[in-house]
């Protein structure tokens, strides 16, 4: 299968070039381009202005006899945009640019003028040079003098402004040096201390916020450790039973459980019951005389079954009915506390 786009051709064994017959096509011949106006005009018949950039659609062609170092010169076809009339100019490749020739004026341009003069000037004195060899040493004497000239100008402008302002400029531009190192070296010292403050603000933030921090674990741990603690029934058993302290009704249960243990084994304070109710032995001779107080002791134990008296000599036969009903007392207590704990 053949491609779609070919590039190169078919050409026969028996093919002649030479057979081929050629176009004879003039050479003033124009052609059809499109162009931009090369510099401000103005039209001869209406007066339009026509500016620099302007398109157009022009008929060129080849201007017959002129060239310019065997570089061709073209002729160029407009029409005003008014008025419909026809407008030649043609390429100057000896200047670069554009010269008008027909139909309309090219606006007044005084940089173009002065640059034109000066190079018909130039050319002038080059061709005197030619010709004349005195010329050219006049010229040179001339021209030595003006310079010479201009330097005594220069020279005496330059001591009028010593003696009016009499300025050092080496020492301004030292000066100048020596305030912009200062400035910037203080504004280094600006950005270090700014720096520095930033840091110290972060790290003072960031232990504010690690003991904030370790203070509300601290307070959540002594909550949890409260919590705990509540929540443990032998703490509230042992508080009850080393303080006499007045129990709420809602514990009511465990207030019973501490009163059954106090009457089989006794308070758990300090001071004991059982140590106001213990008689020591005395002498024989204060026995007699303290006969009636003995009595009312006696008279006191048996009155309180729960509590154990000491056995003395001189009541010993009194109290023994006493010591018997008081332990089987205390013993029925004890199997009392047993059943309420089993419960």
Known sequence: MSERKVLNKYYPPDFDPSKIPKLKLPK??????????????????????????????????????????????????????????????????????????????????????????????????????????????????????????????????KELNQRQAAVDFESMLEQYKELEKRQRQKEQEEDERETKEMLERALVKRLRDSDSDSDQEEEKRKEQQNKHAAERPTDILTTDMSTDSKVPSSTGVKRQKVESWERSVGGMGGKSTLGSLVVRKKPAATNTAQQPGAGSLTDATASKPAKICAPTTASSSQTAPAQNSSSLSLLGAYSDSDDSNSD
């Open 28 to 157: 003033d011949r124009q052609y059809v381009v499109r162009l931009m106006a090369p510099f401000n005009m103005r039209c001869k018949t209406c007066g339009e202005y026509i500016y620099k950039g302007k398109k157009f659609n022009a008929r060129k062609e080849t201007v017959q006899n002129e060239q310019y170092l065997g570089l061709p010169i073209f002729r160029f076809y407009i029409k005003c945009t008014r008025c419909l009339a026809e407008i030649t100019f043609k390429t100057d490749p000896e200047n670069t640019d554009y010269a008008m020739e027909h139909g309309a004026t090219r606006n007044f341009q005084a940089e173009k003028l002065i640059e034109e003069e000066e190079k018909k000037i130039q050319r002038e004195r080059e061709e005197e040079e030619l010709n004349n060899p005195m010329k050219v040493l006049e010229n040179r004497t001339r021209d030595s003098k003006m310079e010479m000239e201009v330097l005594e100008n220069l020279q005496e402008l």
